[in-house]
């Protein structure tokens, strides 16, 4: 990381007399306006991108919608489907706040903590990312099934829903807020220490509430990919109704038995809390942004 | 320097290495023992089983189409998105990540409503017009190129905002056309943000499944990838197999990240 040159250029800039200049001199002249031929890829990106997802992602709604607002409503209230959205949403939700904490302090690890085999921890915290969802189920059912060398077996639990979105939701919150607590000045802690700060108070005052945007954004990612989580699911937790069943199985439930509407009525409810939780992140960034320009 | 005490450190250290053994390492390591425990056997005759290799075939070749139709666009729209300005632009960006929080499950019911024979849009028309979507190849590849849409270009902007447009704009005004100052300026400065965005769309397309197992209708020989096939072999009792292929699912997806990992801090010196 190159990030300890970056205080080199900020006394350049005289405190509180000159305009405010940028920090860095910007090479960019900023966005122009669209030729001919920009045009042209434009309308063909757009029109790609409305074939592959939005127009598919609109079906989905207009589907919902044919079916009125009744069978919206007995598709969501039905015990099973009202279950599963229960299970996934409390499942996600706490996994988000397991993430929120251990992802910030294995960023912070990474980050502070410079011993040997950090390079290694970089790898195995990407493995959840990149290794397909269903290797990720057999892979954790390997340790935790029937058949666990520890004698530890969550399989057909609502512990392996836990278990499962842990595991793939693990790189979120680690991934955002790394590259902030690298770049955060160290100097200000370094006052507050120098002023008698006890360790603890540097961190609750200084460090988190810098980090906070960052947690944030992790977790709204993290949330967002548990609500949606199907893969990992399949062969660990035994997709049993009322149990063990999540809102991706039960669209996929009334998918096969023909049912497009409900299935529609559960997956607009996905997609909705998707969008929130990404118009969320949206603005996170926009904050986490902003805190680092000023 | 050091503020914080050797012990809470040592603490935070070993409380972050075991989490992340428990979780990842020790049961990721477990497969790769699975598959070798009678040597090269299962390996082995999982590759000389018709069926497992023709998944393997089809998830490469669907991989391959996804990952390019992905860095075509993903560089196209890239570029569009940081150097031009035009209505809508904010919203475009924020749709484009969409694909990353919709649940696998209804990108596949999304496809089935658009462009199966049963739905109410393009399907009918397809279907007339002689060209299959569901149960065949062309729908596996419009799933997979779905949940893989943002990732190349998520790494390609802010390396384009990073480098900003003043040596384009020498060499055009050297009288170099666009094709010439994407290929001998942009490409050589985004190279290595957009190997990386490759290499994660790679990954991510090998590894697809959800999306996949319901455009596809899994059978067997015909439209079963690879991760498809692991689920049944599973659900079959063929554990061997199973095992064996999700070994090399995991291979490829662990050497792509591994890659990544070591490309990472190449890019941030590499201009």
Redesign the interface.
């Known amino acids: 990381m190159t990030t300890t040159l970056a205080p080199a250029d900020a006394p350049a800039s005289p405190a509180g007399t000159a305009a405010p200049r940028p920090r860095r001199p910007r090479r960019s002249r900023g966005p122009r306006a669209l030729t001919p031929a920009s045009r042209v890829g434009l309308g063909v990106g757009v029109l790609w991108f409305s074939i592959l997802a939005l127009i598919p992602l609109v079906a989905v709604v207009v589907e919902t919608s044919q079916g009125g607002w009744d069978a919206f409503a007995r598709a969501l209230t039905t015990p099973q489907t009202a279950a599963a959205i229960r299970l996934t949403v409390l499942n996600a939700l706490g996994v988000t706040v397991l993430n929120a904490v251990m992802g910030t302090v294995i960023a912070w690890v990474l980050v502070r903590d410079p011993f040997p085999g950090r390079r290694i921890l970089e790898i195995v915290i990407d493995i959840p990312f990149a290794l397909p969802t269903i290797v990720a189920g057999l892979v954790l059912l390997t340790l935790y099934g029937p058949t666990s060398p520890v004698g530890v077996n969550v399989a057909n639990t609502q512990w392996s829903v836990t278990l499962a979105l842990a595991f793939v939701t693990l790189p979120f919150v680690v991934r955002t807020v790394q590259p902030v607590l690298a770049e955060l000045d160290r100097d200000v802690e370094e006052a507050a220490a120098s002023l008698g700060a006890r360790p603890f108070t540097v961190l609750r005052r200084i460090v988190l509430p810098a980090l906070v945007p960052a947690i944030a954004a992790g977790a709204s990612l993290s949330f967002a990919r548990g609500i949606s989580e199907y893969g990992s699911l399949v062969l660990l937790s035994g997709n049993l109704p009322m149990r063990t069943e999540v809102a991706s199985v039960r669209i996929l439930a009334y998918l096969e038995n023909g049912d497009q509407t409900s299935a529609a009525a559960v997956a607009t409810v996905l997609l909705g809390v998707s969008l929130v939780a990404l118009l969320t992140l949206d603005i996170l960034q926009r904050r986490v942004v902003n805190r680092g320009t000023h | 320097m050091a503020?914080?005490?050797p012990w809470?450190?040592l603490t935070?250290?070993t409380?972050?290495?075991v989490?992340?053994v428990l979780?990842?390492?020790?049961?990721?390591s477990?497969?790769v023992r699975?598959t070798f425990t009678d040597g090269l056997t299962a390996l082995r005759d999982a590759l000389t089983d018709p069926t497992v290799v023709f998944s393997l075939k089809l998830t490469v070749s669907v991989a391959l189409q996804a990952t390019l139709?992905n860095t075509v666009?993903g560089v196209?729209?890239s570029?569009?998105l940081?150097?031009?300005?035009?209505r809508g632009k904010r919203l475009?960006s924020?749709?484009?990540?969409?694909?990353l929080?919709?649940?696998?499950?209804?990108?596949g019911?999304?496809?089935?409503?658009?462009?199966g024979p049963?739905?109410d849009?393009f399907g009918p028309w397809l279907t007339g017009a002689g060209v299959d979507v569901l149960f065949a190849p062309l729908g596996i590849v419009?799933a997979t190129?779905?949940v893989s849409?943002p990732l190349v270009v998520r790494e390609v902007v802010p390396v384009l905002?990073e480098?900003?447009?003043?040596e384009v704009?020498a060499a055009r005004s050297l009288g170099a056309n666009?094709l010439q100052t994407f290929w001998r300026i942009t490409l050589p400065s985004i190279r290595w943000a957009l190997v990386y965005g490759v290499v994660?769309t790679l990954?991510?397309s090998?590894?697809?499944?959800?999306a996949v197992?319901?455009v596809s209708g899994n059978l067997e020989g015909r439209t079963q990838t690879a991760?498809?096939l692991?689920?049944q072999r599973?659900h079959d009792f063929d554990h061997a197999t199973?095992?064996a292929v999700?070994f090399l699912?995991?291979a490829v997806?662990?050497a792509?990240?591994?890659l990544?990992?070591y490309l990472r801090p190449a890019h941030?010196?590499a201009r």
């Open positions: 503020r914080t005490s809470v450190r935070l250290r409380v972050v290495i989490y992340l979780l990842v390492g020790w049961p990721v477990l497969v699975a139709l666009f196209g729209i570029l569009l940081v150097r031009t300005d035009f475009l924020a749709l484009i990540d969409l694909p929080s919709v649940s696998p499950v209804v990108v019911l999304a496809i089935v409503l658009a462009y049963r739905g849009w419009l190129a779905f849409l905002e480098i900003g447009t003043d704009q666009s994660l990954a991510r090998l590894g697809e499944f959800g197992k319901i991760t498809l692991v689920e599973y199973a095992y999700a699912l995991a997806s662990v792509c990240i591994t990544v990992t941030g010196n």
